[in-house]
């Protein structure tokens, strides 16, 4: 076959920096309201994103009426007058919600559209697997697994039909290994690592990419009790070959990348970001 008869969408030329420009694009994330979902959500502010944020109904607004979460988003500066930020309400342990949560924000995005959906919003819970409570499995299973599910079907549903489109879903570590006491965790993650797989077999020939990020041991709200362990917080920190923790500001740069034109050719890709810690 010659590449003349390979059908196929180029990507755009353009410059190297213009690759990451999300001018004009529109952008909806799930757990952006701290660490390092509230991180990306800068990250995609920065970029020229308009960027809509599912939030826990309920939460108390700020002083100026708007959730607490959208100060770092606005604060970002040089934005484009076109950039509009806002919040859709969305309890993610509520499934009902999540079914709606997708055309609640398409009819809030000052685009028309939804081109960008971040997977990031995400719980744990910790127990012996013979002691593991069936509630908080069927929690962690909903919330990590059904809720990322559901949200990248509707956004397929809109994005195939355009053939345009990014859905970056947030794994782990245990998408790959294992855990202690963190059976339903693992598991959910790893489903994330395989449905990400399954949705770019079928949408990447739509140019719709989907990849995920599966960041490992980070300094945020998710890890406190490791980090209140000095046994383990010293076990883990002496296997991460950079030498640290990381920080929700080193997924800035692996979020821009797999949300812009810079990984157009990039589909089905857990990118880890853990400090080497894979490596070892």
């Not at 213009?18 to 800068?42: D, H, M, S």
């Not at 826990?56 to 500066?77: E, F, K, M, Y």
Request: glycine fraction near 10%; charged fraction near 15%.
């Amino acid at each position: 076959m010659s590449t003349s008869e390979v059908a196929c969408e180029k990507t755009p030329s353009t410059s190297s920096l213009g690759l990451f420009n999300l001018a004009g694009k529109t952008a909806l994330l799930t757990g952006g309201t701290r660490g390092i979902g509230q991180a990306c959500a800068v990250a995609l502010a920065e970029a020229g994103a308009s960027v809509i944020l599912a939030v826990r109904p309920g939460t108390a607004a700020g002083s100026d009426g708007n959730h607490p979460a959208l100060a770092a988003i606005t604060a970002v500066a040089n934005q484009a007058s076109s950039q509009k930020h806002s919040t859709v309400d969305a309890d993610l342990s509520d499934l009902e919600q999540v079914k709606t949560l997708f055309d609640r924000a398409l009819a809030q995005s000052p685009s028309g559209a939804i081109d960008i959906v971040v997977n990031c919003g995400g719980i744990q819970r910790r127990h012996p697997s013979t002691d593991f409570p069936e509630a908080d499995w069927d929690e962690v299973l909903n919330v990590n697994l059904k809720a990322v599910w559901l949200l990248s079907q509707a956004a397929g549903r809109h994005m195939v039909p355009r053939r345009q489109g990014k859905i970056i879903n947030f794994g782990s570590l245990l998408t790959f290994q294992g855990g202690l006491t963190v059976p339903a965790y693992a598991s959910a993650k790893g489903a994330v690592g395989q449905l990400t797989k399954a949705l770019s077999n079928e949408w990447s020939k739509h140019n719709v990419q989907v990849n995920g990020i599966a960041p490992g041991y980070i300094a945020t709200d998710m890890n406190e009790k490791l980090l209140a362990d000095p046994t383990r917080l010293r076990q883990i920190s002496e296997r991460i070959p950079a030498g640290r923790w990381g920080d929700p500001a080193d997924f800035k740069g692996p979020l821009l990348f797999l949300a812009s034109q810079a990984s157009q050719y990039v589909s089905g890709e857990m990118l880890v970001v853990d400090g080497g810690w894979m490596g070892r």
